[in-house]
């Protein structure tokens, strides 16, 4: 495959960079972005790295009316050699390209998506923090632009990349949080959005989530939409459940998000010989384990935040403490060998990272 | 209550009126629109009309990533004696702030947004086609505009109202159309979205839109996503089956819309006393029906199309013509007094219609 060459227009006002102790969840964003658009007769075209700026929209666009759009979440990570290490960016624009498919987009390259995905991080290196626990959060999206009304697929997108410094998602850090079990609202069902990432699914969940908020919970956890038994996802994260020695994980069944971390969990598990197994979770299954004092650990996995311990259920006002609402010892390790890997402090057996060549840059033409 | 003054800015290049024979829908845009913000400081404020133009969006703004936005859809009519009609605006701001509380956006004032319609119309006033058939689409929409990526409601909105000259939404006419049973995607779930005229429910039909298309069906008919049984509705409309005498809608349930051209056909209909009937109905028993010959007309019923009689079902490969593929007469005699009295031809009994006033106007300050 030929690789076109993306035109690099470099920003003359750099942005101050915000302290690295308060960086908060996709509240900053670096000095650019890169944008391709795509047309009928064009297909993909004109891929170019510019200075951040507000994109120009018609009011009409598919994207604001109909939601025809989807997204991905990655992160970029500076090791204390100064390297830069993407966690296996390929799977992201892969299943960019599987959420396209459900939503009538068409496909990316993902080889040129994951190159210009690289340069715009090379290009903003500097933008990249160094704490332990930051990260720069990689945002690649799609949205339908053509300014029409009819419901049908756009004619014209545009594919843009947006990067952001971001601390932890949970102000609270790795400590265990409350979910209250979601028995009103539904994220998704099978037939509907929810295998693909996209924005409709999101929307769905913000009522529920802040009811939950307003209970004392940080998230809720999704049951299924047909029989409000089955266990799903928890906010925005897949969940495991360590009961007597095994590992939990609810099957992919179309309603669910093939997640990344969620598969990275699952191979290092395999690899410790822990046993995992994906099947279909009831929640009263989860329960009944607690009460029998199997319920061992239980947590949320996601880019955003990784690992995340889950301390409480409430699941119609009956309230589960898990592992006495601390974090369980498989989640604190799984945290630390995933996040080590991620930072390039802990070997990486798979190859899961994929290292950003910023000399390559300089040979790029510079408009 | 006082309603704010709206500046208006008027336009000082008046782009080409397009040809009312080749209208389309939703494809034109007039010389003005309508916006207002929302700060969680300031509230709603600034209401203005000004040119159709371009916004400016920040790329991190939510409503790309998490579709936290809502819409609606009504139409402006220009009577045979020069006069503006509006159908039932009022319930169209109302559904609109219910929308909005599922997607927990803040409320807007309905009377201020029902004057700055009115205002909007009034200014683009000689861009309401006279041609049959023709109208003034009006799309109000609300859209989250805060720049950040956690997955919580947005701190600043916009509202927005684009107005565009609309044919027929079906280039067919009023002629009966083909649908499609759909039996594998699910448009919305009980506990989701459904209810509200919101984009994550759009995009979910697109899909299976163009894969009805692909099998010479026009569009699809949504079946509930727990049993897979119980019809919901018909692409982006309600639904009604004439069995034996007796009208037939389902019943809102929480999934389907509650569709304004709905609730109308529902009054015209008890007015001429036809028995009407809101029930959960299942797909089975429409071809029940069909099979012993009671199944005397279906038809949709929806802003855009007002009504689109159905000829014909298709339901796991199994056919069911209706009506003999003709419109039936009670599905063009609905056709015929629902647009007589939007186009102000027909007695509106029920005080449906709202005039624009647009001497109103004159006084309003210019900028």
Redesign the interface.
């Known amino acids: 495959m030929t690789i076109r060459p993306i035109e690099i227009q470099r920003t003359t006002a750099k942005k101050q960079k915000p302290d690295q102790q308060q960086l908060?969840?996709?509240?900053h964003?670096t000095d650019h972005?890169f944008i391709m658009d795509y047309s009928l007769t064009n297909g993909w075209h004109q891929p170019r790295i510019v200075p951040?700026q507000?994109?120009?929209?018609?009011?009409?666009a598919k994207?604001?009316?109909?939601?025809?759009?989807i997204?991905e979440?990655l992160k970029a990570y500076k090791t204390s050699d100064g390297r830069i290490l993407l966690f296996r960016p390929e799977k992201n624009l892969h299943r960019l390209n599987n959420s396209g498919r459900?939503?009538?987009i068409p496909p990316l390259d993902e080889e040129a998506a994951l190159d210009a995905l690289q340069q715009l991080v090379a290009v903003d290196a500097d933008w990249i923090p160094s704490e332990p626990g930051t990260s720069l959060?990689i945002?690649p999206?799609v949205?339908a632009t053509q300014?029409?009304?009819?419901?049908?697929?756009s004619a014209h997108y545009q594919f843009?990349i947006?990067l952001?410094p971001v601390g932890s998602y949970y102000p609270e850090g790795v400590n265990p949080v409350k979910i209250y079990v979601e028995s009103?609202?539904?994220?998704?069902?099978?037939?509907?959005?929810g295998e693909a990432k996209?924005?409709?699914?999101?929307?769905?969940?913000?009522?529920a989530?802040?009811a939950a908020k307003e209970k004392g919970y940080s998230q809720v956890l999704w049951l299924d939409?047909?029989h409000?038994t089955y266990i799903e996802e928890v906010?925005?994260m897949n969940v495991f459940f360590k009961m007597d020695g095994t590992v939990y994980t609810p099957a992919l069944n179309g309603s669910i998000l093939d997640g990344i971390t969620r598969g990275s969990i699952i191979q290092l598990l395999q690899k410790w010989g822990i046993p995992v197994v994906e099947k279909t979770i009831s929640i009263e299954e989860i329960y009944e384990a607690g009460r029998k004092g199997t319920l061992e650990e239980a947590f949320g996995t996601g880019t955003a935040a990784v690992i995340s311990p889950i301390g409480e259920l409430n699941w119609q006002d009956n309230k589960l403490v898990i592992h006495e609402g601390r974090t369980g010892e498989l989640s604190a390790k799984l945290y630390d060998t995933l996040t080590g890997i991620q930072s390039g402090k802990v070997e990486d057996p798979f190859q899961w990272m994929v290292e950003v060549e910023t000399r390559k840059l300089d040979s790029s033409p510079l408009v």
Chains 1, 2 share one sequence.
């Open positions: 908060g969840f996709g509240l964003f972005m951040y507000p994109i120009s929209m018609d009011p009409a994207v604001l009316h109909y939601g025809q759009t997204f979440g459900r939503l009538g959060y945002r999206f949205i300014p029409a009304l009819g419901v049908d697929p843009i947006i952001s009103h609202y539904v994220r998704a069902v099978k037939g509907g959005l996209t924005a409709g699914n999101y929307a769905s969940g913000l009522k989530q802040e939409g047909v409000r906010g925005s």
